[in-house]
């Protein structure tokens, strides 16, 4: 692997590239040049034009798209045909399911969800998981969330508002009284309490990835939530269902960005559970932390961003480096901790 496309240079996209950059040869694209200096090839285009998209992945040997969820498949499909690599970061469950199709005879990889949620978390997850004999339950957190909030919804847009929307209006998979099944997102909601911080927590949906299908029969519950400030849940359901404004994404995705644009000081909190049984004796395994804004480079990155960007650029460098297979289909928990931390941009999250 030489010749790596990234498309899509957003909030996430730019930094994926530039970290790419520091060991492969990569042409960045995207309708508008950052407004950044940026270390890699730029290439300005429409990808909806199918001629641009072919031109642009002729020489690649992977490509990685920081797109929306619902524009992922055209460039899925084209990375097939072309038997290239392909990775995203897409927690849309029809999409996943579309290239997870096409990985069953593809020349090469094809790894979609490589996040947060799904992603990282579920590596996490799975290698608490692998530490007990027998498992009674996987529960599974991540909120990305400004870090001094204002206001009663408590949020601001540092990630794409489509993917936001997209999550709290689809099902949720989980498995609940070992029965495999879905649930309504902004459903289920907890109180959780970190270092002294009261947040909620409520079912949304694609955080497990293939989670499901993977331990299914093997335990009583799994589930996944996203984190947030408490008083969010209600106020979305009001605006989704009560205004009915969940047939209208692009305008709710218009009021929330206009009305909660990013921030630069934001905070990731990541939190895995794991109960079971290690030989007779009934335990407890939890994996916390909460990751903030750095620099690379000399640049400022949210932590949002930099935690997406190096979780998909650590996927990469393993299928690079023979430590995942050359083709097929990836799930996120086959994608061992260990192997994730050894690589220079997992090697962030320790």
């Not at 950052?34 to 290439?43: A, H, R």
């Not at 996490?124 to 692998?130: H, M, Q």
Request: aromatic letters at 10%; charged letters at 25%.
């Amino acid at each position: 692997m030489k010749n790596v496309v990234v498309i899509g240079l957003g909030k996430v996209g730019s930094l994926v590239a530039t970290l790419l950059s520091k060991r492969f040869r990569v042409t960045g694209v995207d309708r508008v040049k950052p407004p950044v200096d940026i270390p890699f090839t730029f290439k300005a285009g429409d990808i909806s034009q199918n001629s641009f998209l072919e031109a642009i992945l002729e020489h690649a040997d992977a490509v990685v798209s920081c797109m929306p969820y619902n524009l992922n498949l055209p460039i899925a499909q084209l990375a097939y045909r072309k038997g290239i690599h392909y990775f995203d970061l897409t927690e849309d469950v029809g999409t996943t399911a579309a290239i997870r199709e096409m990985a069953k005879d593809s020349k090469a990889v094809m790894v979609p969800q490589c996040g947060l949620a799904p992603g990282f978390i579920g590596i996490v997850g799975t290698d608490l998981a692998k530490r007990f004999t027998r498992i009674r339950d996987i529960e599974l957190r991540v909120g990305a969330l400004p870090r001094y909030p204002n206001g009663l919804m408590g949020y601001s847009f540092t990630w794409s508002p489509a993917g936001v929307v997209n999550e709290y209006l689809n099902d949720a998979e989980v498995i609940h009284n070992g029965v495999r099944k879905m649930v309504p997102s902004l459903e289920g909601i907890e109180m959780i309490n970190i270092e002294g911080q009261e947040f909620e927590a409520f079912s949304t949906s694609g955080g497990l990835g293939t989670m499901c299908e993977t331990f299914e029969g093997k335990l009583d519950t799994l589930n996944y939530k996203t984190i947030r400030y408490p008083g969010h849940c209600s106020l979305m359901r009001f605006l989704l269902y009560e205004l009915i404004l969940k047939e209208k994404r692009e305008l709710v995705e218009q009021i929330l960005t206009e009305a909660k644009p990013a921030v630069q000081q934001d905070v990731v909190y990541v939190y895995a559970v794991v109960e079971g049984w290690k030989g007779k004796m009934l335990e407890r395994e939890e994996f916390y932390r909460a990751y903030h804004p750095i620099k690379i480079d000399g640049q400022h990155w949210r932590a949002i961003s930099w935690t997406t960007a190096a979780s998909i650029v650590a996927v990469v460098e393993m299928v690079a480096d023979g430590a995942l297979p050359s083709k097929g289909f990836i799930k996120q928990e086959e994608i061992t901790l260990q192997a994730f931390l050894k690589t220079s941009n997992g090697h962030l999250f320790e």
